[in-house]
């Protein structure tokens, strides 16, 4: 870790196919990040622990697009929540894969812990839209997907949801 320059550097992994993969953050994003941490650690403590969420990450995406691996990609990103649970995306991508496997009350828990700790995920906010119309929530899902419409106007899935809650009603 870099402390005193602007970025901190992020250990480098090797994932199975001989990928090489390395990560770096803003050295305010790592201040702000250890700032809400639940317990204080160190940078390199920090470095070692969003690392190991990153590369988690990276598997489960490629559980889910390189083998349809729904169940390996659910629990990788479980890991990776345990790894840093101040990853807002992690949360994100798990209300993805829980909504597909059919775990609603789950995949709409993830979505909303996302975006508790990035209010600006308008993918996040499209996928927690979907949850709450599959809960039968339509008031909510039209607030969501409008939000998420908001914060992305090119977001095609939003588009679609919101017309398909508008069609329900």
Known sequence: AQVGGRVVGITTFVNPSGQNLNFAVPIEAARELLKRSPTMMSLEQFAASISKAYFLDHQAQEALFGAG???????????????????????????HIYGMQGHVAEAIAACEQALRLDPNLAWVRANLGAGYVSAGRPEEAIAELKQALALDPNLSGAHGNLGGVYYLL
């Open 69 to 95: 691996d729904l169940n390996r990609a659910a629990e990788l990103l479980q890991q990776a929540v345990a790894a840093d649970p101040t990853y807002a995306r992690v949360h994100g991508r798990l209300c």
